[in-house]
């Protein structure tokens, strides 16, 4: 079935440091992949959002390439802030598969002044 | 618009009482989700409807029934409280159309705690 690993955390960077975690997906047709956020005592939000092979999404700084070849979704920041700490998640959707979302377990991340 | 709202945010049971976690969208999707998020475990879905009147199981089921009598509004129900229940507890929903990609919107969470 479809899945989605996420790279272990927690993730703890400086401000201004380079942000990458890692998401690599196994699905059977063709997903859409997505980064979601969840800040601390929040509900998870969309930060971005790639369709088809070779698209990138980005937002808020973070960008992520669909890169079909290497089944991956890699999440990026050149530059992170302390108002990034939060947990993300990635996950996938077949079209024209089940109704669900499939999440990657998350990576928490703490920035530090 | 307020998008997903869930009552209430917080709660305690004790062992073997029940309750019902309300969840309400008024962004017309026809899709919502029940999630459960525990530390290490990432998101859980519990049961799901695709539309007014219709749910499903997710992966962990047991212990939890919902209805989903009305389409702006999803309930989760815990008929007798265990302490393995004590989780934060998401609602999402999501509208379908061919070609749009698939995104879920979710609630703030509701925290459990059974004694």
């Known amino acids: 079935g479809d899945s989605v690993t996420q790279m272990e955390g927690p993730v703890t960077l400086s401000e201004e440091a380079f942000l990458t975690i890692n998401c690599t997906y196994t699905?059977?047709?063709?997903?859409?992949l997505f980064w979601y956020v969840q800040y601390p005592g929040e509900g998870l939000q969309l930060l971005l959002k790639a369709t088809k092979a070779d698209d990138k999404g980005s937002n808020k700084g973070f960008e992520a390439t669909y890169r079909k070849e290497t089944t991956s979704f890699h999440l990026e920041k050149g530059s992170v802030q302390v108002s990034d700490s939060a947990v993300y998640f990635c996950a996938l959707h077949t079209q024209g598969g089940s109704e669900k979302l499939v999440f990657g377990k998350g990576t928490k991340l703490t920035v530090n002044p | 618009n307020a998008g997903v709202t869930q009552t209430p945010k917080f709660r305690v049971l004790k062992t073997g009482q029940s309750m019902t976690l309300l969840c309400a969208q008024d962004?017309?999707?026809?899709?919502m989700y029940w999630y459960r998020q525990d530390p290490g475990m990432g998101l859980r879905l519990i049961h799901y409807s695709v539309g007014e009147g219709t749910t499903a199981k997710g992966e962990v089921p047991d212990g939890y029934n919902v209805s989903r009598l009305k389409k702006q509004n999803f309930l989760l129900g815990l008929e007798s409280a265990a302490p393995s229940q004590t989780s934060v507890y998401f609602c999402?929903?999501?509208?379908?159309?061919?070609?749009?990609?698939?995104?879920?919107?979710f609630g703030p969470g509701t925290r459990l705690t059974v004694t």
């Open positions: 999402a929903s999501s509208y379908t159309q061919t070609g749009i990609p698939y995104e879920q919107y």
């Open positions: 699905a059977t047709g063709y997903p859409s």
């Open positions: 962004m017309n999707h026809e899709y």
